[in-house]
């Protein structure tokens, strides 16, 4: 009994460090999402309770991973992208423009990457093109965004693994539904929460990505001289 429990208490000890390490950099977008998390919580009867209980349903995750539409958006997709658009453009870019440009760059191909689903909408003929291309332009601009948001991530961390779990999680939550927020009873509490997200994201974003603790050789050290960015 005793045996098992060393050998128990040595393993989650040897274990721990790389759970923390591999999932810190995540944490720091959920700090961002900190108001659409209470509004959801705020708005179902059970509260947080039944908000956790929701994403800890065995047979919830069951239908999620047997619906492709699911299984590209949260898991295909974030892999595929970061890798092409971050894991291998990203270094490249960075050798050659240093990272500083290369944060803002390489999210232009990712943005324009997405135009795509104009001709998606023009075959289900749901709208007119002009409202096609505004909802395009639209995404156009947040995924450049995000995708700078990643870049930024991977080039201070050196794995691309955060910036994978981010473009998950963001496709989980979409955009932040504020004028919902606006015209709840609690609005109050859910503009409150919105703020104190986006500042913690703000305080947060250095400290959570420092090079230090992730063990790892920055991108951003590719660049001659290193930027100011490492």
């Known amino acids: 009994m ?7 208490v040595l393993l989650v000890s040897a274990l721990s460090p790389a759970v923390v390490k591999a999932w810190m950099h995540w944490a720091d977008v959920r700090v961002f999402y900190l108001g659409p998390l209470v509004h959801s919580a705020i708005d179902n009867p059970e509260g947080f309770t039944g908000e956790l209980q929701s994403a800890l349903d ?23 992208e970061e890798l092409v658009f971050r894991g291998a453009m990203l270094p490249m870019l960075v050798s050659c423009t240093g990272p500083t440009a290369a944060i803002f760059m390489a999210p232009l191909f990712f943005g324009v990457a997405h135009f795509h689903h104009i001709a998606e909408q023009r075959r289900l003929h749901k709208d007119s093109m002009s409202v096609i291309l505004l909802v395009s332009v639209i995404q156009f601009s947040y995924t450049t965004v995000f995708g700078a948001f990643t870049a930024f991530i991977f080039m201070r961390t050196g794995h691309v693994v955060g910036p994978m779990l981010c473009h998950s999680f963001c496709n989980s939550q979409g955009l932040p539904d504020i004028s919902s927020a606006l015209q709840h009873p609690q609005r109050s509490a859910l503009l409150f929460s919105y703020l104190m997200g986006v500042l913690l994201f703000l305080v947060l974003l250095f400290p959570l990505t420092d090079p230090f603790l992730y063990g790892s050789i920055p991108i951003c050290s590719l660049a001659v001289p290193a930027a100011s960015v490492c």
């Open 2 to 8: 005793i045996k098992r429990r060393c050998a128990s």
């Open 58 to 80: 065995v047979q919830s995750w069951r239908l999620c991973v047997g619906d492709a539409v699911w299984l590209r958006n949260q898991m295909v997709a974030p892999v595929t």
